[in-house]
């Protein structure tokens, strides 16, 4: 058995993705051999090496991966733990017994699709920065939307901090009586609150958001609060 970097041995035994378990030994929260370790190029012999992270021993064995698609409801924070007590994504998939971690977030006012996954690698390929996956969104506004409105979306707009990248929309029902419209938009970033910010920028409160599909994989055919296994298509549509 050859050594391998700490870091990858905790992302390929379902801990979290490659960056946030660097964030892990950083923070010294990973033991080897009962000694605190915070350099990300220490090295671990898998099979005779002990390791340790907040107090839990990681286990040798390599589970099966794990690839889920849940249609999330909201409610529910995207996150394996939440310190004040709020329902988790985790409540709802309490059958599955192997850790897994969601891939990206949705916030708790957020409905639809999440992946959640025990393979660390695939997560953290799927969250880099560099790997542009489209993700489409149902939001439902307070107001009437407009082309123009959705021309500035397109574009990019301003959310504070960022400018955003060019996305696609398409305007699915104005309720003039009601003041309230619907449409959908397609971006391939993930900032916090991204979609909601957008809609700030454009004066049109969120009312209601919904993510109705990651790349190609829909929540179509899944009840809210359901979940289901990728197929092996799917997965390699994520990854290539």
């Given at each position: 058995m050859e050594e391998i970097r700490l870091q990858k041995y905790l992302a390929e035994h379902g801990i979290a993705?490659?960056?946030?378990?660097e964030e892990y030994i950083l923070d010294g929260k990973v033991k080897v051999n009962g000694k605190i370790v915070e350099a990300l190029g220490t090295k671990i012999l898998p099979g005779k090496d002990?390791?340790?992270?907040?107090?839990?021993?990681?286990?040798?064995?390599?589970?099966k991966k794990i690839y889920i698609l849940l249609n999330k409801p909201i409610g529910y924070v995207t996150?394996?733990?939440?310190?004040?007590?709020?329902?988790?994504?985790m409540d709802l998939l309490k059958d599955i017994k192997t850790r897994i971690v969601p891939v990206g977030?949705?916030?708790?006012?957020?409905?639809?699709?999440?992946?959640?996954?025990?393979?660390?690698?695939?997560v953290n390929k799927i969250t880099h920065p560099s790997h542009e996956v489209e993700k489409t969104y149902n939001v439902t506004v307070r107001g009437k939307v407009t082309k123009e409105d959705m021309q500035k979306l397109e574009n990019g707009v301003d959310i504070g901090d960022?400018?955003?990248?060019?996305?696609?929309?398409k305007i699915l029902k104005v309720?003039?009586?009601?003041?309230?419209?619907?449409?959908?938009?397609i971006i391939h970033e993930g900032k916090n609150r991204q979609i909601r910010r957008m809609c700030k920028a454009i004066n049109k409160p969120v009312l209601a958001l919904h993510r109705a599909a990651i790349g190609k994989i829909s929540v179509k055919n899944l009840k809210i609060g359901q979940y289901r296994p990728l197929t092996n298509k799917e997965i390699e549509e994520l990854i290539k």
């Open positions: 993705s490659r960056r946030k378990c002990r390791v340790e992270v907040e107090g839990k021993v990681v286990q040798n064995d390599i589970k996150t394996v733990k939440d310190q004040f007590k709020r329902d988790t994504v977030r949705l916030d708790m006012y957020t409905s639809g699709a999440l992946i959640l996954s025990n393979d660390g690698e695939f960022y400018v955003t990248k060019p996305a696609k929309t309720d003039e009586n009601k003041n309230i419209s619907r449409f959908q938009i």
